[in-house]
């Protein structure tokens, strides 16, 4: 999926255990203003520590990484996914089989029977049907980029469905296998305004066909996924899982020592290390598929309150010889990153390599020198160790980072540095998630008004690089594009690789694509970064990495598998030792009692201003 990547945010939480013999092991974390659910006795718990919860829990709204965590544990999708190498199936999804036309414009899909929504209900095509209809009529932002080229979708008998598309498409299975399928009978009866509004959380309990439901959310601070004991496949090896959000990597990392958790994603260098050294615990950074970007706003189809000088694209790419990207990586992501090229993630797709690698000639590298001359060649002269525009008057430029990710405000310390000895005016502050994305996203009296300069921020990409390239075109703008860039030759060459069945042919599209992005920068790509993962192995098995041997194992990118198979590695509460097991160490089971400090911090919708770091 290609969402924003998890980030620090939010509420903190302070603790310490206190261990005692013959006492019960009890609550042993509380986040933001409460604490954490007590399960009912003898429930089998996991539990899982993020360092952002969710945005939002409805399907056409919310954008972070754990708002889809949740949606596919909670939502089936028309197509399954392989774990081992994520290429479509027809046992993990509600589609049975499929065919296609000789024309490859009509698939037909053929859905299990006896599936049963969360409510009781049954779930039929038509609720398939609905769900892809809605998307298309709507034009919901959230999976336009999964329904490229589809026209209409059609219950032919409760067990099929046919999806229409104008033209053939490539990577039709791999998008449907992303898109959750809503239950027709709630969602019809909402008003599309109401149920693409911000406001409209979608509240638990969420009513879907998955494994899990979620049945508790407190924004914030945890989020409780109740198994479906009725799946189509069976009832998860698991009661519950319970997902904790932490604002502090390092409090994360002490309770994945200690066994309040179970599992965790985000944490820090140190804290890798220290873990390393903890028996039972099982630690990986995993090289995802996704990058960490520097965007601006390239806004020039309507009012912005960006500087004008982002809309010129020499000015944008002549600053890609001012970001030392291996010095980002080496220092800002404690070297859990590779230096990125393009959008498209380098070393990650085989058969074929999605990704473009720049010739030597036209690679970009770090020369503050290369990166003057860029800007006085396109007009942007420096007078007096000041940078002018066009019109003869300093540059001006704000810089947002995220002030939940750490490595976010280093990148922005590091660039800060170096733009201002390019005689750029430079501010860099931090801003919390909601707050840069309501800059990205502003509007004035309804009017798409962005009101930014640049900033840093990051995806995952999907299955297939159709999606993550399309968010760059203009049809995107005001939805899931945050650079607002328009390019009608780029356009074109989206839409004709989203159409090419030959392999080879559609390579070359692909290619062209990242080379445009490449040359006219609406985004820098900074860092293929890792995925920071720790998972008890000692208390609990059945883990699932998806893909196999190089992702994710707690917070796969795709489905729900390592939650679904996931168990106790005994009988006898090993996978209740979290929330109301025991605590079981080397065999020996010993009692606790905890003592629960909480900090309560308010959600900050706010600015700082930092100062850059020194090179």
Known sequence: MSRARLSLRRAAVALSLLLAAGLLWGLTSALGSGASPSPSSGQTVLRLGWLAGPDNLNPLVGTNSSAFTVWYMNYDTLVGLNTTDVTPNKTTGLATGWTTSPDGKAWTFTIRSGVKWQDGKPLTAADVAFTYNDIIKNQIANWTAYTTNMVKATALSDTTVRIDCSTPSPALLTNVAEVPILPQHIWAKIPNKTATSSSFSNSPPLVGSGPFQCVQWKKSDYLVMQANKSYWRGAAHVDEVVFEEYTNADTMGEDMKSGAIDGCLGLLQAQMHELAHTKGVQIRPVYVNGYDEL????????????????????????????????KLCAIAYGGMAKPAD???????????????????????????????QALSAAGYKM????????????????LYA????????????FITGWLRKLGLKVTLSTLDDGALESDL?????????????????????????????????????????????????????????????DQTRRLALVDKCQQL???????????Y???????????????????????????????????FEVRPVTSGGGGQAGLTGVLVIGGVVVAAVVVVAVVVLTRRRSRKTVEPLEE
């Open 517 to 527: 992005i490449y040359q006219q920068s609406p985004y820098i790509p900074l860092a």
């Open 383 to 398: 007078v007096n160790g000041v940078r002018l525009n066009h019109q003869g008057k300093p540059i001006s430029l704000r």
């Open 402 to 413: 995220r002030s939940s990710y750490p490595p976010s405000i280093t990148c922005g310390e």
């Open 441 to 501: 996203y502003n509007t004035v009296k309804g009017v798409f008004t962005p009101n930014y300069d640049l900033y840093e921020w990051g995806w995952y990409n999907d299955v297939d690089p159709g999606p993550a390239l399309a968010y760059f075109t203009t049809a995107q703008i005001n939805n899931e594009s945050d650079c607002a860039w328009s390019n009608a030759q780029y356009d074109a060459t989206w839409k004709a690789q989203s159409t090419e069945m």
């Open 342 to 372: 393009t959008v498209i993630t380098a070393d990650y797709y085989h058969d074929p390599d999605w990704h473009w690698t720049p010739p030597a000639d036209q690679a970009y590298h770090f020369d503050l020198a290369k990166a003057s």
């Open 295 to 326: 965007g601006f706003n390239c806004y020039t189809g309507g009012p912005s309150l960006g500087n004008p000088v982002l809309k010129d694209w020499r000015f944008r790419q002549a600053l890609q010889w001012a970001i030392d990207k291996n």
């Open 529 to 563: 970064s890792d995925d920071t993962e720790a998972w008890n192995t000692a208390r609990w098995t059945g883990w699932v990495q998806m893909p196999a041997h190089i992702g994710n194992v707690v917070f796969p990118p795709y489905g729900y598998e390592t939650y």
